[in-house]
């Protein structure tokens, strides 16, 4: 991973010079949940503009690091990092808790985000993940490989947004998948062993289940019924 971001660095370093502002790792690799088997680097970089010219330095860049395995550098300027809070209040309020700055100027620390925009969003991604789980499991129900796969993908996601539940509902924090998952059974006052079962799979490297697919799916889909339910009430 460090020499997959050293190389990162340098090459956008060398394309950018002067333009680029910082370069930051958030997400799983920051902290410390990274999975090789099923974790992406996420890495923001900031430049002071991004124009054609920007976007045509950094193709090579982001073909390379795709071809690593990875999603594309998000890619920002400095002022609407500064203006996009109120968008992203998810996603800057997780680089303020866990980052590493890898190049330059540290842009999200004195950032401040709403919480009432924070909030929307939880329920917006929330309920979005619910629905899009349900329209792609109807048309891999007889793919129990595919299905597995599916609800392997979509477990991160759920655990991103439990955390920001439990943020929501004043609890304390929690970063690494399994950790948030317990929590999330205290907070809801049930048992949640589909998400369980899922984390145990994706840590396996393998699409097999001990469940039935269709069982698991069902029990999971219940277990993010019941987090819509529970964010649905807190205070707007």
Known sequence: MQQQLSELVERLNKAFTDRLISVILYGSGAM???????????????LNRLTPEELAQSEPIFRWWRDKGNPPPLLLTDEEVRTSTDCFPMEFHDMQEHRRVLSGTDVVHELEIDRSFYRAQVEHE?????????????????????????MIDSI????????????????????KKKEIV???????????????????IRASGKTVAQTQPRSLLQHYMREMDALVEFVDVLPK
Request: hydrophobic share 45%; net charge positive.
């Open 32 to 46: 410390g949940d990274w999975n090789e088997h099923n974790s992406d680097l996420n890495v923001l970089c900031v």
């Open 126 to 150: 929330l309920r979005a993940k619910q629905i899009r789980l349900r329209q792609t499991a109807a048309g891999l129900l007889s793919n129990s490989e595919r299905l597995t796969r599916l």
């Open 156 to 175: 991160s996601t759920f655990c991103v947004l439990g955390r920001h539940a439990l943020i929501l509902s004043g609890r304390e924090p929690r970063w």
């Open 182 to 200: 317990t929590a999330l059974e205290a907070a809801l006052n049930i048992r949640l062993p589909a998400a369980n079962e899922i984390l145990a």
